[in-house]
């Protein structure tokens, strides 16, 4: 299975945290407070599974698909070293679309997923994600932002461009402009519920977006 993290996976957690300040980790977990212990969450792309270990530790039965084996490596040593893991958690090395569960999760989360695809084909990964979550369950996606007008959206651009720049030249991730996640979320079928931004020095940076998918 194609490994696209071998060389760069074993920093991509760290260098988030401090590239963001912090807020990258705050986006990717703020939504587990729709979750009840018990309930099933997939995370797509899970890379070092923050929102997965976090959800486990809730008592909320977890599966995490990864393409890269070194991403699911750091996953799973960070899970050994967790206390108060409440919920068993299977981690799946595999492309999503094999993963056929349909309605099968109260919710699915894409953190940083999303903006791994170039334009022609996120709105078929953004459908498939929706197609497994259930009638009434949620379809989050955690991204940056899509960008303003004026110097605030040269910012919010600069920020992206440098990652996905970075990203682009060592990952097999497509160099493209943010894609519009507010958009992508409600074109898989659902409303969205809620938005939570995260800031350095007042500028949104990231989102956090909450689609409810309609009951049938
Ligand atoms: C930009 S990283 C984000 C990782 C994690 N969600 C985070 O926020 O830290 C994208 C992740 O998606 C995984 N990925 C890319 N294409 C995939 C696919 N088709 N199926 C499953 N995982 C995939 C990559 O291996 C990588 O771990």
Request: hydrophobic share 40%; charged share 20%.
């Given at each position: 299975m194609k490994d696209g993290y071998k060389w760069v996976g074993f920093q991509y957690e760290f260098t988030g945290n401090i590239y963001s300040l912090g807020q990258i980790p705050k986006c990717k977990s703020t939504m587990l407070k729709y979750l009840k212990p018990g309930q099933k969450l997939l995370v797509a792309g899970a890379g070092h599974g923050t929102e997965a270990i976090r959800a486990a530790q809730m008592g909320v039965n977890v599966t995490a698909v990864d393409l890269s084996a070194t991403m699911l490596k750091h996953l799973n040593a960070r899970l050994d070293k967790c206390s108060g893991i409440k919920a068993p958690m299977t981690c799946i090395n595999d492309?999503?679309?094999?993963?056929?569960?349909?309605?099968?999760?109260?919710m699915v989360i894409a953190n940083f997923f999303l903006n791994v695809f170039p334009e022609k084909r996120v709105d078929e990964v953004a459908n498939h994600l929706a197609t497994l979550v259930k009638p009434g369950g949620y379809f989050v996606v955690g991204e940056f932002v899509l960008p303003e007008k004026g110097f605030a959206g040269l910012l919010q651009k600069l920020n992206w461009y440098l990652a996905i720049l970075m990203y682009s030249a060592t990952t097999e991730a497509a160099l493209h402009p943010v894609h519009d996640y507010a958009r992508l979320v409600r074109g898989s079928g659902c409303d969205i519920e809620s938005i939570e931004y995260f800031r350095i020095m007042g500028l949104n940076l990231y989102w956090s977006i909450l689609g409810k998918k309609k009951s049938a």
């Amino acid at each position: 299975m194609k490994d696209g993290y071998k060389w760069v996976g074993f920093q991509y957690e760290f260098t988030g945290n401090i590239y963001s300040l912090g807020q990258i980790p705050k986006c990717k977990s703020t939504m587990l407070k729709y979750l009840k212990p018990g309930q099933k969450l997939l995370v797509a792309g899970a890379g070092h599974g923050t929102e997965a270990i976090r959800a486990a530790q809730m008592g909320v039965n977890v599966t995490a698909v990864d393409l890269s084996a070194t991403m699911l490596k750091h996953l799973n040593a960070r899970l050994d070293k967790c206390s108060g893991i409440k919920a068993p958690m299977t981690c799946i090395n595999d492309d999503i679309f094999n993963i056929q569960d349909t309605e099968k999760y109260d919710m699915v989360i894409a953190n940083f997923f999303l903006n791994v695809f170039p334009e022609k084909r996120v709105d078929e990964v953004a459908n498939h994600l929706a197609t497994l979550v259930k009638p009434g369950g949620y379809f989050v996606v955690g991204e940056f932002v899509l960008p303003e007008k004026g110097f605030a959206g040269l910012l919010q651009k600069l920020n992206w461009y440098l990652a996905i720049l970075m990203y682009s030249a060592t990952t097999e991730a497509a160099l493209h402009p943010v894609h519009d996640y507010a958009r992508l979320v409600r074109g898989s079928g659902c409303d969205i519920e809620s938005i939570e931004y995260f800031r350095i020095m007042g500028l949104n940076l990231y989102w956090s977006i909450l689609g409810k998918k309609k009951s049938a």
